[in-house]
């Protein structure tokens, strides 16, 4: 067997002949730049978050920088986020001359734990960023209930969390602002994008006017028939709008999304009645009274049981033809954040714990069930020859 056409990526994308129809005819319209597929997207992503207003951007990171820049964040203040996410949620802070500052997770999801960032509040605290980690739904119950006491913004990084919902409620409207990814390993891709929801007119507003360059009218007013030739610079803005072909696959994708996570849901349970029956792993923790979006489906090596690494059971799956990754690296272990910050691996004990022992293994829509029951053999073999 040849081991390359065998091998299970952790991710692939799932385009239809839709998405690609819906690509080709805004190739094939003339109109590329930001115009009536963006505003389509905008309005059923607006109605399904159940805001007031949906931005889409060419990025996840775009959206959290512009979130915060409207919420007035500036240097001199400090934004408390998780260790456990990627490097973007930390930069995004970064960018506006902000201080990030780290709470420690809660174990059994992986987002922020609201007691450490409760501890980790100062005068100087301006907002928190949760994470839902995987698709898994922060505490915002509790998490509002700190910001409100504080006077402090949410900004939730929902780039995991298209698909969540608390207490029957879609992600997209707990926070003040919150803000979607549609990169390729997500959920729902527009190939690069993301979306910022919000129902707050003054913060959508000025995210507007900042995305598009600080002008005063957007390209689609400016060169249609409707639009005028004037425009004024009002702010020193960035180029973060997202495009009608970004739009098209996006919102073609989106219209699947129930059909996804149909999909997701049912691959995931599917492992977890296998891998559920082994002592040596943590299941991915499902809350009570919350959804799991299923973007990442990540296991937990409980210590002292096997006498091998999670390093040597990622090599070990990749023997087996089988792709799997980590989520994340803690930010307090990277160079840039350890030399900026003074931060070191051990800060964190719940992440730096997590991060020892926890696997992402594959799922996607296009996965079959044999190939998921070939993800759960695949685990159940390494550990019944490793154990201790
Ligand atoms: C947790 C998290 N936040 C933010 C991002 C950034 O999203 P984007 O690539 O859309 O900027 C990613 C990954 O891409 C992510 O995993």
């Not at 115009?35 to 978050?49: C, I, L, N, Q, T």
């Not at 987002?111 to 922060?138: F, K, L, N, Q, V």
Request: charged fraction near 20%; proline fraction near 5%.
């Amino acid at each position: 067997m040849n081991q390359h056409e065998d091998f299970l990526p952790y991710n692939l994308p799932d385009i239809s002949e839709a998405e690609i129809d819906a690509v080709v005819d805004v190739l094939r319209s003339g109109w590329l730049a930001p115009g009536p597929r963006v505003k389509a997207f905008e309005a059923d992503f607006a109605s399904y978050a159940g805001t007031k207003h949906a931005i889409a951007l060419d990025s996840a990171t775009a959206g959290m920088h512009l979130a915060l820049l409207a919420s007035g964040i500036g240097p001199g203040d400090e934004v408390i986020t998780t260790p456990t996410t990627f490097a973007a949620t930390v930069n995004t802070i970064i960018h506006t001359g902000a201080t990030p500052v780290l709470a420690d997770i809660c174990p059994d999801d992986y987002c922020i734990d609201p007691a450490a960032a409760e501890r980790a509040i100062t005068p100087r605290t301006r907002a928190i960023m949760p994470m839902h980690h995987g698709g898994s739904a922060c505490r915002m119950d509790e998490i509002l209930a700190l910001a409100r006491k504080h006077g402090l913004r949410v900004i939730e990084d929902a780039a995991h969390a298209l698909g969540t919902q608390i207490g029957g409620r879609n992600i997209g409207s707990f926070g003040d602002a919150t803000v979607f990814s549609f990169y390729p390993t997500k959920n729902v891709t527009s190939g690069r994008g993301g979306m910022l929801t919000t129902d707050d007119d003054a913060l959508a507003e000025r995210c507007r006017l900042l995305a598009l360059h600080g002008m005063s009218n957007d390209a689609w007013d400016r060169y249609t028939a409707r639009g005028s030739w004037s425009y004024q610079v009002l702010a020193a803005g960035y180029n973060y709008t997202m495009t009608d072909f970004q739009a098209a696959l996006g919102h073609t994708q989106f219209s699947r999304l129930d059909a996804f996570q149909r999909q997701r849901t049912h691959l995931a349970r599917r492992m977890s009645e296998r891998l559920g029956a082994l002592p040596e792993i943590v299941l991915p923790a499902e809350r009570t009274g919350a959804t799991h979006a299923w973007h990442l489906y990540v296991v937990r090596i409980r210590p002292g049981m096997l006498t091998i690494s999670r390093d040597e059971i990622i090599v070990a799956m990749k023997e087996r033809g089988i792709g799997t990754s980590v989520h994340f690296i803690p930010i307090h272990h990277h160079p840039y954040y350890r030399e900026t910050y003074g931060w070191a691996p051990g800060d964190f004990p719940v992440a730096d714990e997590a991060f020892e022992a926890m696997l992402s293994l594959p799922l996607y829509t296009r996965m079959t069930d044999a190939e998921a029951d070939r993800v759960a053999a695949a685990v159940e073999e390494i550990v019944h020859g490793h154990r201790t």
